[in-house]
T-cell receptor, first 114, second 113 residues
Protein backbone atom coordinates (compact mmCIF):
# COMPACT_ATOMS: atom_id res chain seq x y z
CA UNK A 1 0.00 0.00 0.00
CA UNK A 2 1.43 3.43 -0.91
CA UNK A 3 2.55 5.57 2.01
CA UNK A 4 3.56 9.12 2.71
CA UNK A 5 7.14 9.06 3.96
CA UNK A 6 8.90 11.72 6.01
CA UNK A 7 12.50 12.35 6.91
CA UNK A 8 14.05 12.69 9.37
CA UNK A 9 11.98 10.91 12.02
CA UNK A 10 13.54 13.07 14.72
CA UNK A 11 15.34 16.39 14.43
CA UNK A 12 17.01 18.25 17.27
CA UNK A 13 18.01 21.81 16.57
CA UNK A 14 19.21 24.82 18.47
CA UNK A 15 16.95 27.81 18.87
CA UNK A 16 17.46 30.24 16.01
CA UNK A 17 18.59 27.61 13.54
CA UNK A 18 16.82 26.73 10.32
CA UNK A 19 15.38 23.27 9.71
CA UNK A 20 13.98 21.57 6.65
CA UNK A 21 11.52 18.74 7.03
CA UNK A 22 11.08 16.48 4.05
CA UNK A 23 8.14 14.52 2.75
CA UNK A 24 7.46 12.25 -0.18
CA UNK A 25 3.70 12.26 -0.82
CA UNK A 26 1.84 9.39 -2.46
CA UNK A 27 2.77 9.52 -6.11
CA UNK A 28 -0.62 10.14 -7.75
CA UNK A 29 -1.79 12.62 -5.12
CA UNK A 30 -2.19 16.24 -6.07
CA UNK A 31 -2.79 18.02 -2.77
CA UNK A 32 -0.19 18.23 -0.05
CA UNK A 33 -0.43 19.41 3.53
CA UNK A 34 1.60 20.07 6.60
CA UNK A 35 0.12 19.69 10.06
CA UNK A 36 1.70 19.89 13.46
CA UNK A 37 0.87 18.28 16.79
CA UNK A 38 2.28 19.64 19.99
CA UNK A 39 2.75 16.82 22.49
CA UNK A 40 -0.56 15.69 23.93
CA UNK A 41 -2.61 18.13 21.88
CA UNK A 42 -4.69 17.98 18.74
CA UNK A 43 -3.45 17.99 15.19
CA UNK A 44 -3.37 21.54 13.73
CA UNK A 45 -3.43 22.51 10.08
CA UNK A 46 -0.50 24.57 8.85
CA UNK A 47 -0.65 24.79 5.08
CA UNK A 48 -1.97 23.19 1.92
CA UNK A 49 -0.22 23.13 -1.44
CA UNK A 50 -1.54 22.46 -4.90
CA UNK A 51 -0.26 23.06 -8.40
CA UNK A 52 3.05 24.35 -7.09
CA UNK A 53 1.63 27.02 -4.87
CA UNK A 54 0.14 27.48 -1.44
CA UNK A 55 -3.63 27.19 -1.58
CA UNK A 56 -4.35 27.88 2.06
CA UNK A 57 -2.44 28.59 5.24
CA UNK A 58 -3.43 28.88 8.88
CA UNK A 59 -2.57 31.59 11.38
CA UNK A 60 0.24 29.39 12.66
CA UNK A 61 1.98 29.49 9.27
CA UNK A 62 3.68 32.83 9.62
CA UNK A 63 6.72 34.28 7.85
CA UNK A 64 9.12 31.87 9.51
CA UNK A 65 7.55 28.99 7.61
CA UNK A 66 7.81 28.17 3.93
CA UNK A 67 7.01 25.20 1.75
CA UNK A 68 8.44 24.02 -1.50
CA UNK A 69 8.13 21.23 -3.99
CA UNK A 70 11.66 21.27 -5.36
CA UNK A 71 11.16 18.33 -7.69
CA UNK A 72 8.46 15.94 -8.77
CA UNK A 73 8.48 13.88 -5.61
CA UNK A 74 9.55 15.88 -2.54
CA UNK A 75 7.56 18.37 -0.52
CA UNK A 76 9.44 20.32 2.12
CA UNK A 77 8.65 22.50 5.11
CA UNK A 78 11.29 25.01 6.10
CA UNK A 79 11.26 26.71 9.48
CA UNK A 80 13.58 29.70 9.70
CA UNK A 81 14.97 30.79 13.05
CA UNK A 82 13.31 28.09 15.14
CA UNK A 83 11.79 28.91 18.51
CA UNK A 84 11.28 26.67 21.53
CA UNK A 85 7.54 26.64 20.88
CA UNK A 86 8.12 25.14 17.43
CA UNK A 87 8.88 21.85 19.17
CA UNK A 88 6.20 19.46 17.96
CA UNK A 89 5.49 16.51 15.71
CA UNK A 90 5.13 17.68 12.13
CA UNK A 91 3.00 15.56 9.85
CA UNK A 92 2.92 15.71 6.10
CA UNK A 93 -0.24 14.50 4.38
CA UNK A 94 -1.43 14.10 0.83
CA UNK A 95 -4.71 13.50 -0.92
CA UNK A 96 -5.80 12.91 -4.46
CA UNK A 97 -8.82 15.17 -4.24
CA UNK A 98 -9.35 18.63 -2.87
CA UNK A 99 -10.72 19.12 0.58
CA UNK A 100 -8.34 16.76 2.32
CA UNK A 101 -10.68 13.91 1.47
CA UNK A 102 -9.02 10.62 2.22
CA UNK A 103 -5.86 12.37 3.29
CA UNK A 104 -3.05 10.02 4.26
CA UNK A 105 -0.52 11.06 6.83
CA UNK A 106 3.18 10.39 7.03
CA UNK A 107 4.74 8.98 10.17
CA UNK A 108 5.83 12.44 11.29
CA UNK A 109 9.02 14.26 12.16
CA UNK A 110 9.53 15.03 15.81
CA UNK A 111 11.19 18.43 16.00
CA UNK A 112 12.87 19.34 19.26
CA UNK A 113 14.18 22.88 19.62
CA UNK A 114 16.66 23.32 22.45
CA UNK B 1 -13.41 29.62 11.35
CA UNK B 2 -14.59 26.12 12.04
CA UNK B 3 -14.81 24.99 15.66
CA UNK B 4 -14.81 21.27 16.45
CA UNK B 5 -15.63 19.95 19.91
CA UNK B 6 -14.97 16.31 20.78
CA UNK B 7 -16.21 14.33 23.79
CA UNK B 8 -15.26 12.58 25.92
CA UNK B 9 -11.55 13.26 26.29
CA UNK B 10 -11.05 9.81 27.84
CA UNK B 11 -13.25 6.74 27.46
CA UNK B 12 -12.68 3.46 29.23
CA UNK B 13 -14.77 0.45 28.21
CA UNK B 14 -14.69 -3.27 28.90
CA UNK B 15 -13.43 -5.46 26.10
CA UNK B 16 -16.38 -6.56 24.01
CA UNK B 17 -18.51 -3.54 24.88
CA UNK B 18 -19.30 -0.67 22.53
CA UNK B 19 -17.68 2.76 22.48
CA UNK B 20 -19.17 5.99 21.18
CA UNK B 21 -17.27 9.22 20.59
CA UNK B 22 -19.07 12.41 19.63
CA UNK B 23 -18.07 15.56 17.81
CA UNK B 24 -19.89 18.78 17.10
CA UNK B 25 -18.95 21.39 14.53
CA UNK B 26 -19.93 24.97 13.89
CA UNK B 27 -19.85 25.56 10.13
CA UNK B 28 -23.02 24.34 8.45
CA UNK B 29 -21.18 24.32 5.10
CA UNK B 30 -18.88 21.54 6.29
CA UNK B 31 -19.22 18.52 4.05
CA UNK B 32 -16.60 15.91 4.92
CA UNK B 33 -16.06 14.25 8.27
CA UNK B 34 -13.19 11.77 8.72
CA UNK B 35 -12.12 9.89 11.83
CA UNK B 36 -8.47 9.18 12.53
CA UNK B 37 -6.92 6.66 14.91
CA UNK B 38 -3.54 7.48 16.38
CA UNK B 39 -1.56 4.95 18.34
CA UNK B 40 1.15 6.23 20.64
CA UNK B 41 3.98 7.82 18.66
CA UNK B 42 2.49 6.90 15.30
CA UNK B 43 0.79 8.66 12.42
CA UNK B 44 -2.94 9.43 12.40
CA UNK B 45 -4.64 6.76 10.31
CA UNK B 46 -7.89 7.30 8.53
CA UNK B 47 -10.34 4.66 9.74
CA UNK B 48 -13.66 5.86 8.38
CA UNK B 49 -15.17 8.96 6.84
CA UNK B 50 -18.57 10.29 5.86
CA UNK B 51 -19.78 12.97 3.52
CA UNK B 52 -22.61 15.35 4.18
CA UNK B 53 -25.01 13.65 1.77
CA UNK B 54 -24.97 10.46 3.83
CA UNK B 55 -26.40 9.85 7.30
CA UNK B 56 -24.54 6.71 8.27
CA UNK B 57 -21.62 4.61 7.10
CA UNK B 58 -20.44 1.28 8.41
CA UNK B 59 -17.24 -0.71 8.01
CA UNK B 60 -17.22 -3.96 9.98
CA UNK B 61 -17.10 -2.99 13.68
CA UNK B 62 -16.84 0.73 13.00
CA UNK B 63 -19.65 3.09 12.06
CA UNK B 64 -20.08 6.82 11.76
CA UNK B 65 -23.37 8.70 11.97
CA UNK B 66 -23.96 12.27 10.91
CA UNK B 67 -26.72 14.63 11.96
CA UNK B 68 -26.40 17.69 9.75
CA UNK B 69 -29.26 19.54 11.37
CA UNK B 70 -27.71 19.29 14.81
CA UNK B 71 -24.18 19.57 13.40
CA UNK B 72 -22.81 16.56 15.14
CA UNK B 73 -21.33 13.23 14.13
CA UNK B 74 -20.32 10.18 16.10
CA UNK B 75 -17.96 7.24 15.89
CA UNK B 76 -19.29 3.90 17.05
CA UNK B 77 -17.02 0.94 17.73
CA UNK B 78 -18.72 -2.35 18.57
CA UNK B 79 -17.23 -5.48 20.13
CA UNK B 80 -14.17 -3.55 21.22
CA UNK B 81 -10.81 -5.30 21.29
CA UNK B 82 -7.51 -4.44 23.00
CA UNK B 83 -6.06 -3.21 19.70
CA UNK B 84 -8.75 -0.55 19.56
CA UNK B 85 -6.94 1.27 22.38
CA UNK B 86 -5.66 4.53 20.88
CA UNK B 87 -6.45 8.22 20.57
CA UNK B 88 -9.26 8.92 18.14
CA UNK B 89 -9.60 12.28 16.42
CA UNK B 90 -12.59 13.56 14.55
CA UNK B 91 -11.99 16.11 11.81
CA UNK B 92 -14.05 18.39 9.63
CA UNK B 93 -13.53 19.83 6.20
CA UNK B 94 -15.38 23.10 5.79
CA UNK B 95 -15.15 23.58 2.05
CA UNK B 96 -15.10 26.91 0.32
CA UNK B 97 -11.58 28.30 0.30
CA UNK B 98 -10.43 26.06 3.11
CA UNK B 99 -8.30 23.07 2.21
CA UNK B 100 -7.23 21.83 5.60
CA UNK B 101 -8.97 19.66 8.13
CA UNK B 102 -9.97 21.03 11.51
CA UNK B 103 -9.41 18.40 14.17
CA UNK B 104 -11.07 17.77 17.49
CA UNK B 105 -8.93 17.47 20.60
CA UNK B 106 -9.01 13.70 20.60
CA UNK B 107 -10.45 10.91 22.72
CA UNK B 108 -8.19 8.48 24.51
CA UNK B 109 -9.99 5.15 24.24
CA UNK B 110 -8.90 2.55 26.76
CA UNK B 111 -10.11 -1.02 26.38
CA UNK B 112 -10.09 -2.84 29.71
CA UNK B 113 -9.46 -6.60 29.43
Amino acid sequence: EPEVTQTPSHQVTQMGQEVILRCVPISNHLYFYWYRQILGQKVEFLVSFYNNEISEKSEIFDDQFSVERPDGSNFTLKIRSTKLEDSAMYFCASSHDRGATEAFFGQGTRLTVV
Amino acid sequence: GENVEQHPSTLSVQEGDSAVIKCTYSDSASNYFPWYKQELGKRPQLIIDIRSNVGEKKDQRIAVTLNKTAKHFSLHITETQPEDSAVYFCAVYSGGGADGLTFGKGTHLIIQP
